[in-house]
């Protein structure tokens, strides 16, 4: 059984930082990515950040420059630091990791609500 759990979301101005967390349990050795997907209402579930553990790791446009992933191993746990917040940023933001090399994440967390105020 894996869980994910996220943390650290909440309410943010504009040009604000937050940093999300996410704690993997369970069968983790099979994991070969992790990383972040976010969904806004009506909008679809979009790839935010991902980390794959041969140290390669993938952006969304919107997000580079602004946003960084990053991974320690020691506590199974993934952040992602998000810097320079804007108000099209809030959203349901999703912990994923990957058993396979398929693109959609096999596992999911919960979600946690980032929300950037105007």
């Known amino acids: 059984q894996v869980q994910l759990v996220e943390s650290g979301g909440g309410l943010v101005q504009a040009g604000g930082s937050l940093r999300l967390s996410c704690v993997a349990s369970?069968?983790?050795?099979?994991?070969?990515?992790m990383g972040w997907y976010r969904q806004a209402p009506g909008k679809e579930r979009e790839l935010v950040a991902f980390?794959?553990?041969?140290?390669?790791?993938n952006y969304a446009d919107s997000v580079k420059g602004r946003f960084t992933i990053s991974r320690d191993n020691a506590k199974n746990t993934v952040y992602l630091q998000m810097n320079s917040l804007k108000p099209e940023d809030t959203s349901v933001y999703y912990c994923?990791?990957?058993?396979?090399?398929?693109?959609?994440?096999?596992?999911w967390g919960q979600g946690t609500q980032v929300t950037v105020s105007s």
């Open positions: 994923a990791a990957k058993i396979t090399t398929l693109p959609i994440p096999d596992y």
């Open positions: 369970g069968s983790i050795f099979r994991f070969t990515a």
């Open positions: 980390i794959n553990f041969d140290g390669s790791i």
